[in-house]
């Protein structure tokens, strides 16, 4: 009854940052990103950094512990997509390549247009209009495909689909051409280097990882079907998201202690997330991906204009709303592949 | 499994080769200078590991990546056996766009 009281059990010290945290808070924030990055194959830094904000996390901190958390969650997410065969690790070598020489010039791209003066404003913005392009793609790939359905218009195997740019890709031709037997096509090398890259300069430049942009073009630039999409860019992440944790190790902006708390919660709901997208349909994950962008755009135009706790809010009621769908997708799912099974005996 | 980690072992080496991969956000924060305050600790383990970010911050990186990997890679295995557990087919699945 002692332990009802007294509710000191509830926080932990952060022996680096000097800080006492509630630490179920942690647990919640790894679990929610772990259950919406298992489903959209991304890290979701964007939804950590206000949440350890609202509990007192210190800021010097937050991307270090962030990404270190990430890279460990990533790691259990493609354990599990690798198993569905979610996972085109052919396909996820060749982007590393353009990725890291993306990212690499992005980063030296926003540190020289820092020492000409103030880029913050302009990097939120180039961030919103990015964003906003991506959900509109995701939104209107979704109408286009719905319209098509209606008139009875199908693309091979894929079924009906609305934005194929992948097709006009895929017809450049210069070799070295590389077949991709997960994902189920062949293309030129050049054309996964070249989107990777651009998408990296794009990281690079806006000071995130990536998953978010990386995604969406695995879907409609590169041409794959979206679990592998989701299974491969989990991949990236993790490769990514391990080096970016050395890195920030390096400049002292970590909290160890914090990392393995969130990478506990982080576990159990990669495996929710993971597994959801057994049960989900491609054009699900679409949409529900399009919405979590949408909010994020807002929020970030919110912080600008000076609303940091209503951005703040929007980004955790996002979070919570889209954890409880992808839940309910995965334990319906569940229940029914198990009611099945029973019937079969 | 072992692929994976074949696979993670050699990225990482690779990644290695080329200087700030990381993102570019948080460069601001670059001017402070953290110190962990070791007096107020009695765990001998969490001790450890705030002295060695006050005195050997290299060590202290290598040290954060291998245990964040292998923690992760612990997880996933113990995940993998509960969920094994749960009667669901987790070996394949339909891709089914719409």
């Given at each position: 009854?002692?332990?009802?009281?007294?509710?000191?059990?509830?926080y932990m010290?952060?022996?680096?940052?000097?800080?006492?945290i509630?630490?179920?808070g942690?647990?919640?924030?790894?679990?929610?990103?772990?259950?919406?990055?298992?489903?959209?194959?991304?890290g979701?830094?964007?939804?950590?950094?206000p949440?350890?904000?609202?509990?007192?996390f210190?800021m010097?901190?937050a991307?270090?512990?962030?990404?270190a958390h990430?890279?460990g969650?990533?790691?259990?997410?493609?354990?599990r997509?690798?198993?569905?065969?979610n996972?085109?690790?052919?396909?996820?070598?060749?982007?590393?390549?353009?990725t890291?020489?993306?990212i690499e010039?992005?980063?030296?791209?926003?540190?020289?247009?820092?020492?000409?003066?103030?880029?913050?404003?302009?990097?939120?913005?180039v961030?919103?209009?990015?964003?906003?392009l991506i959900?509109?793609?995701?939104f209107?790939?979704?109408y286009?495909a719905?319209?098509k359905?209606?008139?009875?218009?199908?693309d091979?195997?894929r079924?009906?689909?609305?934005?194929?740019?992948?097709?006009?890709?895929h017809?450049i031709?210069?070799?070295?051409?590389m077949?991709?037997?997960?994902?189920?096509?062949?293309?030129?090398a050049?054309?996964?280097?070249?989107?990777?890259?651009?998408?990296?300069?794009l990281?690079g430049f806006l000071?995130?990882?990536?998953?978010l942009?990386?995604?969406?073009?695995l879907?409609?630039?590169?041409?794959?079907?979206?679990h592998?999409?989701v299974?491969?860019?989990?991949?990236?992440?993790?490769?990514?998201?391990?080096?970016g944790?050395?890195?920030y190790?390096?400049?002292g902006?970590?909290?160890?202690v914090a990392?393995?708390?969130m990478?506990t919660?982080?576990?159990?709901g990669?495996?929710?997330?993971?597994?959801?997208?057994?049960?989900?349909?491609?054009y699900?994950?679409?949409?529900?991906f399009?919405?979590?962008?949408?909010?994020?755009m807002?929020?970030?135009?919110?912080?600008?204009?000076?609303?940091?706790m209503?951005?703040?809010?929007?980004?955790l009621?996002t979070?919570?709303?889209i954890?409880?769908y992808i839940?309910?997708?995965?334990?319906?799912?569940a229940?029914?592949?198990l009611?099945?099974?029973?019937?079969?005996? | 499994?072992?692929?994976?980690l074949?696979?993670?072992a050699?990225l990482s080496?690779?990644?290695?080769?080329?200087?700030?991969?990381?993102?570019?956000?948080?460069?601001?924060?670059d001017?402070?200078i953290?110190?962990a305050?070791?007096?107020?600790?009695?765990n001998s383990v969490?001790?450890?590991f705030?002295?060695?970010y006050?005195?050997n911050?290299?060590?202290f990186?290598?040290?954060?990546v291998v245990?964040?990997a292998?923690?992760g890679?612990?997880l996933g295995?113990?995940?993998?056996?509960?969920?094994?557990r749960?009667?669901l087919?987790?070996?394949?699945?339909?891709?089914?766009e719409?």
């Open positions: 009854m002692e332990m009802f009281g007294d509710s000191s059990w509830l010290y952060m022996p680096i940052a000097g800080v006492t509630f630490w179920p942690l647990v919640l924030i790894g679990f929610s990103v772990g259950v919406i990055g298992g489903f959209f194959g991304m979701g830094a964007w939804m950590v950094t949440g350890l904000n609202i509990l007192g210190p010097a901190f991307i270090g512990t962030d990404i990430i890279a969650k990533s790691m259990v997410s493609t354990m997509h690798s198993k569905f065969g996972v085109d690790y052919k396909l996820g070598i060749v982007m590393i390549i353009g890291m020489f993306g010039i992005g980063a030296q791209l926003i540190m020289y247009l820092e020492r000409l003066g103030t880029v913050g404003t302009v990097v939120r913005w961030y919103v209009v990015f964003l906003a959900s509109f793609m995701v209107y790939d979704y286009k719905v319209n359905k209606k008139h009875g218009e199908a091979g195997e079924g009906t689909e609305g934005i194929t740019w992948y097709k006009t890709l017809k031709r210069i070799p070295p051409m077949h991709f037997e997960k994902a189920g096509f062949t293309c030129s050049w054309l996964p280097i070249i989107v990777s890259f651009v998408t990296g300069i990281a000071g995130i990882g990536g998953g942009l990386r995604m969406p073009a879907i409609y630039l590169i041409g794959c079907p979206t592998i999409a299974g491969t860019d989990l991949f990236e992440v993790m490769i990514s998201g391990l080096y944790a050395f890195t190790t390096l400049k902006r970590i909290e160890l990392v393995f708390v990478l919660g982080a576990a159990i990669a495996q929710i997330g993971t597994v959801a997208t057994k049960y989900a349909k491609g699900g994950i679409r949409i529900a399009g919405i979590a962008v949408l909010c994020c807002v929020s970030i135009i919110l912080k600008e204009y000076g609303f940091a209503m951005s703040a809010a929007l980004i009621g979070i919570s709303l954890c409880i839940m309910k997708i995965m334990f319906v799912g229940a029914q592949e009611r099945e099974k029973k019937a079969r005996g | 499994m072992r692929k994976l074949k696979i993670g050699m080496g690779l990644l290695a080769l080329i200087p700030q991969l990381a993102l570019a956000a948080g460069e601001k924060a001017e402070l953290v110190v305050d070791t007096r107020v600790l009695n969490m001790l450890y705030a002295d060695l006050n005195t911050i290299l060590l990186a290598i040290w954060a245990l964040t292998l923690y890679v612990f295995v113990t995940m993998d056996f509960i969920m094994a749960t009667g087919d987790l070996s394949k699945r339909k891709i089914v719409h």
